[in-house]
């Protein structure tokens, strides 16, 4: 027994020095990201670095909101990705459940088809896509951004692989009880999910966070951009705003925190277990 | 023409086609033929009759600085004129991203905006451009820019766009590195004396910085020096000549003289090279003044040039790097085309404005004429007193043109690879030239020369 | 003090003897409910024989939205590249491509370019290509190494995440999984001067026990790898994130019945935890090899592809020729046969991966 408590203790020793090393590795450079904002340009860009942060954070978003109103392109970024990623969690889990847990004509060549589209790179994609929504007068418009990947592949693909594991069980003893496909979808297989729907709508806002090139050519109007397209103004020929980079990006860094404080709440373990005792 | 016979059977069917709706529209619908751009030359026709048929507003595209020139003359430019030039700002690559797609999707581009020298033949060859060959000849300008500007912005015998500034090269170097270590500038005439001069220098100062990522800008100037063209009028792949070999002996030589540090361009321990003074000269253009005032303001006064050296005694010394120029899209209404060839005139053939933005934003003009003007004769305290801009403006005189073309990207992106694999030892620079010249060739279709 | 202890010991005997009762009725409970469901599934598959007819149809509502949006607005982009790829582009194009007209809508896509059939020749033509093939090697060689890697590193973290004595959970998770949040041009600026060779934070401190100065950046070789570390960085996180969800959708009970077997850790992981989690962690080796095979930002910003095209993706390739060099049906023939390689690859992935 103490050879086994001894053994759980090195265990959790080494689990904890794993994570807290991966914790340190993850954080420096983005720690440097914050030194580096708040410091005036030219103290950014001595040796050896600086590693203590400074006090021009201030100074350094007033110089970037006069150059570009930088609020307000967090708060276009917030919304396109929060629409984008609640229409799509509804969308790739009725497509997910559809190819985990029904057998219909064609379910492969359909699923793999819809792979496919996953591996599209969107940067190539995006001349003729552009062209699509000029003659739909869909340029400078949010929905032109928000709904081409609306059914996000990659959405589709994990809520297929993660209702597997619904045992086929559950959904038939609904079904005799006399319920709906559609209630069997949103009553029994939804709620098992909560952790997997966390994790998507973490791929999903961060998918859209992300596009860079498309959103470049559709949205035309500086009060329309997006927080990669703002920064993307800041890098000239001769001369990088490091400062202001480093400010933006620290910033919108915030809205991903809140995203995690949010869903923190469904990363629990066992929420399985407990609809089976139901 | 197979796209109207598509049509018009889609048409009986009412609802779906391809080729053109009707097809009664007159434009060339599906030329499949060769890639010149006769096709839509009747642009410019109507002329600038002054006034009426122009547009009341335009937008302009630039990037960084440049944009920010633009606003100066924007504002003069709406002061004077019953019209709005809207400016915006972009950054760089963000900028030619969306242009690109817009030219190449025909929708969304603005009327003006800015076209950098290397890019222009690329862009043009597209079709995308407006030819401006009448509104120049019209305005009668051309004689008022330095010549080598236009050969860029020349395909098949028409202009596409009017020069905006110029880089003239030059050596800038730092005066109390050069006066401590015992450096003569003055004695610098060659490449073989500036490396001699550069082993003066202890092992831990070097006389310049030979960044790798940045070789074909190199090469480029120095075989532009020679007057070397990477083609031949007559399309050949032309970049393993004598005067390209000579150009890559000399990097190499440079090199192997153990001379050169090597860092990255633009990065922070770039700029500090120089602010620390490890990295002694820095071979250049006149746009780089701005960028030392700005990022290195402690070492004003300190700086000095020379041209760059010749690469054989009693050779040329002056080449250009870099240099924008101002484009209208094809795809805007004539009205604002109109519109916008008056304001890239106000802007860039009058020498008010142009004196104008190389005065805020050190632009160096394109324009000729400026250079009797007597803030080129200035002694400037940046430079310890020297009139330096009157060295840049002999330079941008005597520089010689070159031919870029649609290709240009290859030819960069090839020397780019071969050249560094010349340094890293991997083969001669016969080898390396030669290597280049037909991966040219093979990727874009032409002959060897 | 001695009698603290015993009294320690004491309680702590109840407690394990009180969650070992708990873990058994758990277990049996799991059995019996189980059982039950098991048999009525059975029973239930008879009459669902029958009613199967209908479930097809919901089915294909379920994935319709899909289609529709798909046929809106990815159709059109989809078969324009394929269509590009058989010719040359010439230049821009005036009048009409392909219009629709529907009374009410009108839709006319302009011919947006001048062409030229070339029919296959540049398929012909990327196969002989250095480049092309410098740019696979780069992808694969990054493939190869990257995925792993980040992988295990990701399993690795989200089983330590989801152990239940581990404390500040929700701090670790969300510190570990920030990075993906971080912008590109930021994020690569960063790590441009973190590798940077003479200046670098990463040379000095490996000076400091007497190592380097490694050319992160400027030898081709070290680049590569530079690139491998920086995407490693980006996204574990990420990956851990969809890998614990996937643990945490097994159910507890199976756990408890294997320790009831007396099962150790690694039986546990290896019996329990691997097979359950098979569909996910699938999930996340197809995205991860999709992902890395569509590299492109970070080479982009870091090393620009250089030195000497040594980081040279297949989609930054693709790019230059399209954006850089206006070769777009050269492009577009590029882009099709990539989408067929990566398909080719993840669906082979997923037989292998031994999918149903």
Redesign the interface.
């Known amino acids: 027994m103490r050879e086994q408590r001894r053994k759980d203790a090195v265990?959790?020793f080494l689990?904890?020095a794993?994570?807290i090393t991966?914790?340190v590795?993850?954080?420096v450079?983005?720690y440097?990201?914050l030194v580096?904002a708040t410091l005036p340009q030219e103290q950014?860009?001595?040796?050896?670095?600086r590693l203590i942060p400074g006090t021009a954070f201030l100074d350094n978003f007033a110089a970037l909101q006069e150059r570009l109103d930088f609020v307000r392109t967090i708060r276009n970024s917030v919304l396109i990705a929060v629409v984008y990623t609640l229409l799509s969690l509804v969308?790739c889990s009725?497509?997910g459940?559809?190819?985990a847990k029904?057998?219909?004509?064609f379910?492969e060549p359909?699923f793999?088809a819809?792979?496919?589209?996953?591996?599209?790179?969107i940067?190539?994609?995006?001349?003729?896509?552009?062209?699509?929504m000029?003659?739909?007068d869909w340029?400078n418009t949010f929905r032109a951004i928000i709904?081409?990947w609306?059914?996000n592949?990659?959405g589709?693909?994990?809520m297929r692989?993660?209702m597997?594991?619904i045992?086929?069980?559950?959904l038939?003893?609904a079904?005799?009880d006399g319920a709906t496909?559609?209630q069997i979808?949103y009553r029994i297989a939804l709620p098992?999910?909560r952790?997997?729907l966390?994790?998507l709508a973490?791929?999903l806002f961060?998918f859209q966070?992300?596009l860079?090139?498309y959103p470049?050519?559709i949205l035309?109007t500086?009060d329309m951009y997006t927080?990669?397209?703002g920064?993307?103004?800041?890098?000239?020929?001769?001369?990088?705003y490091?400062d202001q980079?480093?400010v933006?990006?620290?910033l919108?860094?915030v809205?991903?925190?809140v995203l995690?404080?949010v869903l923190?709440k469904q990363?629990?373990?066992?929420?399985?277990?407990g609809s089976?005792?139901e | 023409m197979k796209g109207a016979g598509l049509a018009g059977i889609a048409g009986l069917a009412g609802c779906i086609g391809t080729g053109d709706p009707g097809g009664s529209d007159g434009s060339d619908g599906s030329d499949g033929d060769d890639g010149s751009d006769g096709s839509d030359g009747s642009d410019g026709d109507d002329g600038s009759d002054g006034g009426s048929g122009m547009a009341s507003e335009i937008n302009v595209w630039g990037w960084d600085v440049a944009a920010r020139a633009l606003m100066i003359t924007a504002e003069e430019y709406e002061s004077e004129n019953d019209a709005t030039v809207a400016v915006e700002e972009f950054g760089r690559s963000a900028m030619k991203d969306r242009l690109q797609t817009n030219l190449l999707s025909g929708s969304g581009a603005p009327a003006v905006s800015m076209l950098e020298s290397v890019d222009g033949p690329s862009f043009i060859d597209t079709g995308s451009v407006a030819p401006l060959t009448d509104e120049i000849e019209e305005a009668g300008v051309q004689d008022d820019f330095v010549s080598g500007k236009w050969e860029a912005l020349t395909v098949d015998g028409d202009i596409y766009a009017l020069p905006w500034d110029t880089g003239p090269t030059a050596v800038y170097y730092r005066r109390s590195i050069y006066e401590e270590h015992g450096l003569d500038p003055e004695g610098i005439e060659t490449w073989a004396d500036f490396i001699e001069e550069g082993q003066k220098l202890p092992d831990d100062v070097d006389m310049l910085n030979l960044p790798e990522g940045d070789l074909s800008g190199v090469w480029r100037y120095q075989f532009r020096q020679l007057s070397g063209e990477p083609f031949l009028e007559s399309g050949e792949v032309n970049i393993h000549n004598e005067k390209s070999l000579r150009v890559a002996q000399n990097i190499k030589e440079i090199y192997d003289a153990d001379i050169a540090a090597n860092i990255e361009g633009w990065t922070s321990a770039w700029f500090s090279a120089y602010g620390d003074g490890t990295v002694a000269s820095l071979p250049s253009a006149a746009w780089m003044e701005g960028t030392l005032r700005a990022e290195l303001p402690d070492t004003s006064g300190d700086w000095g040039v020379f041209k760059i050296p010749a690469l054989e005694s009693g050779g040329p010394r002056a080449s250009n790097w870099g240099g924008s120029n101002l484009m209208i899209a094809d795809q805007v209404s004539d009205d604002k085309k109109e519109r916008g060839w008056d304001y890239m005139e106000y802007s860039l053939a009058t020498e008010e404005m142009q004196l104008a933005m190389y005065d805020e934003y050190g632009l160096f003009p394109a324009l000729e004429t400026t250079y009797e003007d007597p803030v080129f004769d200035e002694e400037l305290d940046f430079y310890d007193g020297q009139p330096a801009r009157a060295l840049f403006a002999e330079v941008a005189q005597e520089a010689p043109g070159y031919r870029f073309t649609e290709d240009t990207p290859e030819v960069s992106q090839a020397i780019e690879t071969e050249l560094q694999r010349m340094i890293n030892g991997e083969q001669s620079p016969e080898e390396a030239v030669q290597a280049a010249a037909e991966t040219v060739a093979e990727n874009t279709d032409r002959d060897l020369a | 003090m001695a009698t603290s202890d015993e009294t320690d010991d004491r309680i702590g005997q109840a407690y394990r003897r009180r969650v070992r009762t708990t873990v058994r009725t758990a277990a049996r409970k799991f059995r019996r409910a189980a059982r039950p469901l098991w048999d009525r599934f059975r029973f239930a598959r008879q009459d669902l024989t029958a009613a199967t007819p209908t479930l097809p149809r919901v089915a294909y509502i379920f994935i319709a939205p899909f289609f529709l949006l798909f046929s809106v607005f990815l159709a059109f982009p989809v078969f324009y590249t394929l269509y590009l790829s058989f010719f040359e582009y010439q230049g821009v194009g005036q009048g009409s491509l392909f219009w629709v007209d529907l009374g009410p809508v009108y839709l006319e896509i302009p011919k947006i370019a001048r062409l030229d059939f070339v029919g296959l020749g540049n398929y012909a033509r990327l196969l002989g290509n250095d480049l092309f093939w410098q740019s696979m090697f780069n992808t694969s060689y990054i493939l190869v190494i990257q995925v792993p890697l980040m992988i295990g590193l990701a399993l690795a973290l989200a089983l330590a995440l989801n152990a239940s004595f581990l404390r500040l959970k929700g701090v670790f998770r969300t510190a570990i999984a920030l990075p993906v949040s971080a912008n590109l041009v930021a994020y690569s600026t960063v790590f441009l001067l973190l590798f940077n060779e003479q200046l670098g934070f990463l040379n000095y401190v490996l000076a400091g026990v007497g190592l380097g100065p490694v050319p992160w950046l400027t030898d081709g070789f070290w680049a590569r790898n530079t690139i491998i570390a920086a995407v490693t960085w980006r996204w574990t996180g990420y990956n851990m994130i969809i890998l614990l969800a996937g643990l945490q959708t097994i159910p507890q009970q199976l756990y408890e019945a294997a320790e009831i077997d007396g099962a150790n850790r690694w039986e546990k992981f290896r019996y329990v935890t691997l097979p359950q989690l098979k569909p996910v962690f699938l999930f996340v080796v197809v995205l991860s090899t999709i992902g890395t095979f569509k590299l492109f930002a970070e080479p982009y910003v870091i090393t620009g592809g250089g030195p000497t095209n040594s980081t040279i993706t297949i989609v930054q390739y693709i790019y230059r020729q399209a954006f850089v060099n206006f070769n777009l049906g050269y492009a577009s023939a590029l882009t099709v046969v990539f989408v067929a390689v990566v398909s080719a690859f993840s669906v082979a992935q997923i037989k292998i991966g031994g999918e149903d």
């Open positions: 265990w959790r689990t904890y794993f994570v991966m914790v590795v993850m954080m450079p983005l440097w990201m580096a950014f860009l001595q040796f050896p670095p969308l009725m497509a459940f559809a190819f029904y057998e219909f004509k379910k359909i793999y819809i792979l496919a589209t996953l591996v599209l790179p940067q190539l994609l995006v001349i003729p896509l552009f062209l699509l000029a003659q739909l340029t709904l081409p609306a059914a592949p990659i589709i693909f994990l692989q993660n597997k594991s045992p086929d069980a559950l038939e003893s079904r005799m496909e559609f979808f098992t999910m952790s997997s966390a994790a973490i791929i961060l966070w992300d860079f090139l470049l050519v035309e500086a927080i990669p397209i920064l993307a103004q800041l890098t000239g020929f001769q001369r990088i490091y980079i480093m933006a990006a620290t919108a860094i809205p991903m925190v995690f404080l923190q990363f629990v373990s066992g929420i399985l277990a089976l005792k």
